[in-house]
């Protein structure tokens, strides 16, 4: 197998609150390789930005990362300093923020938001190169050049998305971090962006973190699929084997809501109530115990472990694959 | 709608408030207790003088034809002749406006600069030991009585350790002097403009930085701050440029404010240095019942007042993309 692009062992990270470390993520493996683009799903509060942030080195300041690992390019995130952190961030992993943010500066010029990180980056190149380069990213995104010099409030969502994307695309990272790109967009925008995105992904061969709480849009465009509840990941594997046959009853039940065009109704027989409980935190026991309807008085003791189901897709649920 | 059309109807608007201003001050002089004329009227005259004086000066008239006489004379520019000077009331505000202008503006624009400089660094050291010194100067101050601090100014600066003059805003000796350069006589203004700068500097800057500091906390949360960390901006570079920028548009609205509300704010100031402005003018006005002098230098100020915010409405366009008018 060539080594990954980045290989996430063992994260765990949590926020100092007044009543101690709360975890946010807790211990949480995966790997993204070149190319590959890993869909990490869950409810709101599951620990998903927080991963992506830990991985820029941009955590609040009350954020403490417990344990772990990241191997990136052969450094490890977590322990690289602040100024080195500081040069990975952009040219080697940059992000896609979410639409609805306001994660372009009111105040300044498109045109001078992206210029601006491909000079920090690379500040040999010419001003020549650096606007050649920042008009060719326009065209990438199909916006044409004459709006360069407009203002961030002049374009539409859809647009502004697409500039985050040419500004995250400037300085020809190797991995790219899409936290929400198309959450707040109308369905016909987000498909058009989807598309892009998969687009210079395969394109360029980038490796690709897509973060979003909807698993309809992460199966459009990642290559493995990652489920977390409550900052465990529950569920990992490729698109095809968690998609078919979800082994997690949580994935099960957010597979069974999926809306399809079929004849067929969806199964909501396995739908349960989430609102983010952690029963790890209540009883020491799987963090779903309280909700699932498959558990049993083992999921209250103990954390289940990983069971593996082909090599590459597993499933922390002691009952995976055991059927029903 | 264009910046054109912004102006003219802002414009319209400007006129039809100095209309208004213009009545009430109007209303509010013939209210005032006191004939104006009995300040002017020698006990030696005789009855028949005195009405004399009030015929030639339109007294005699009914109020709504003295009305139509006074907007006659605004619209015309002549204010009346001042009772104690004996000349133009216009010519003597517009000898002391320029004097006003000169000190508050520069004051307040320098206070501005400081407190945005220091609110910008208290903001972004949030909760150390620069951001707790700062803001408590900034605290203390801003409440400083400001007649006081410029009586100790006086006292150390001028009197005590003698770098600056007491009181005026020119010495004589120079602009007598014939040989004496523009930049000498310049020198010169600035030697004296320097105590009451120095003092206003210290009351004004105070609420500035208090205004910096907190717009800059709020901004430092937005999201795009997160955008120029991820893009791996240096941290001067995401404190000057990204979020400085967006912070200081609260200030902006605040000195354009007080720009507009100096012309009269300093008549404190002015009378404690001794400073030729439209400020202690009124004061004196008023105590010396000058009633055309106080009422012309109210025109002037609620004129100045009127023009400043819409300079200030314009300029904010320029700094903020997303307002136009």
């Known amino acids: ?324 | 709608m264009g910046l054109k059309r912004f102006v003219l109807r802002r414009l319209v608007e400007i006129a039809v408030i100095f209309f208004v201003i213009m009545t009430v001050l109007f209303v509010l002089f013939r209210l005032a207790p006191g004939d104006p004329v009995s300040r002017m009227v020698d006990p030696s005259m005789t009855p028949e003088d005195a009405r004399l004086l009030m015929e030639s000066m339109g007294l005699d008239q009914p109020l709504w034809t003295q009305y139509l006489y006074y907007l006659k004379n605004v619209a015309t520019g002549n204010m009346g002749v001042s009772f104690h000077y004996g000349e133009p009331v216009i010519d003597i505000l517009m000898n002391r406006l320029p004097n006003t202008v000169l000190l508050f503006t520069t004051s307040i624009l320098l206070s501005a600069l400081l407190g945005v400089f220091l609110g910008k660094i208290a903001a972004w050291k949030r909760g150390q030991r620069t951001d707790t010194l700062l803001t408590i100067g900034a605290l203390f101050c801003h409440t400083l009585f400001l007649p006081w601090l410029a009586l100790i100014m006086i006292w150390f600066f001028a009197y005590r350790v003698g770098w600056f003059p007491i009181t005026g805003m020119v010495s004589p000796d120079v602009w007598i002097d014939p040989g004496a350069g523009w930049l000498a006589k310049a020198l010169d203004v600035l030697h004296h403009m320097a105590l009451p700068l120095m003092t206003l500097i210290l009351i004004h800057f105070g609420s500035y930085l208090l205004v910096m500091r907190s717009s800059m906390l709020d901004t430092l949360k937005d999201d795009y701050i997160i955008t120029a960390r991820a893009k791996g901006l240096e941290e001067k570079t995401i404190r000057d440029h990204h979020a400085a920028p967006n912070a200081a548009l609260p200030v902006v609205t605040s000195v354009g404010l007080s720009l507009a509300f100096s012309i009269n704010g300093g008549a404190l100031t002015e009378t404690v240095f001794t400073w030729p402005g439209i400020g202690r003018e009124l004061v004196f006005s008023v105590s010396h019942s000058d009633y055309p002098l106080a009422q012309a230098a109210f025109l002037i100020i609620a004129i100045v007042v009127l023009v400043a915010n819409l300079v200030v409405d314009v300029l904010y366009a320029y700094l903020d993309p997303r307002i136009r008018y």
């Open chain 1, 1 to 324: 197998m060539t080594p990954a692009l980045l290989e996430v062992n063992n994260l765990s990270i949590g926020y100092r609150t007044a009543g101690g470390i709360a975890m946010a993520v807790d211990d949480v493996s995966f790997r993204v390789d070149r190319g590959g683009s890993l869909g990490l799903v869950g409810e709101s509060g599951c620990g998903k930005t927080t991963i992506g942030m830990a991985l820029m080195g941009l955590l609040a300041p009350n954020a403490t990362i417990v344990s772990g690992q990241a191997r990136f390019e052969g450094e490890d995130l977590i322990a690289v300093s602040g100024e080195r952190m500081r040069q990975i961030r952009w040219r080697r992993i940059s992000m896609i923020f979410q639409a609805a943010m306001n994660a372009l500066n009111p105040v300044h010029r498109v045109q001078d938001q992206i210029s601006e990180a491909i000079i920090t980056h690379e500040p040999d190149l010419s001003g020549h190169a650096v606007a050649h380069r920042t008009r060719s990213l326009f065209d990438l995104v199909k916006i044409p050049e004459s709006r360069l010099q407009d203002y961030p409030h002049q374009f539409s969502g859809g647009m502004r998305q697409r500039v985050i994307i040419a500004m995250a695309l400037a300085c020809n990272p190797s991995l790219i971090i899409a936290d929400e790109p198309t959450t707040a967009l109308d369905v016909i925008v987000q498909n058009q962006i989807l598309s892009a995105i998969g687009t210079f992904q395969k394109e360029m061969n980038l490796g690709m973190i897509f973060i979003s709480h909807d698993l309809a849009v992460v199966a459009d465009v990642c290559t493995h699929i990652g489920v977390m509840y409550a900052g465990r990941m529950v569920e990992y594997g490729s698109r095809q084997e968690v998609l078919d046959c979800p082994g997690h009853p949580y994935t099960r039940m957010l597979v069974g809501s999926l809306l399809t065009l079929s004849d067929q109704p969806a199964d909501l027989s396995g739908i349960f109530v989430t609102n983010g409980e952690n029963g790890a935190a209540a009883t020491g026991g799987c963090p779903l115990n309280l909700i699932c309807p498959d558990a049993t008085v083992v999921c209250r003791r103990e954390q289940a472990g990983w069971v593996d189901l082909t090599g590459t897709h597993r499933v922390r649920c002691p009952y995976a694959g055991k059927g029903r």
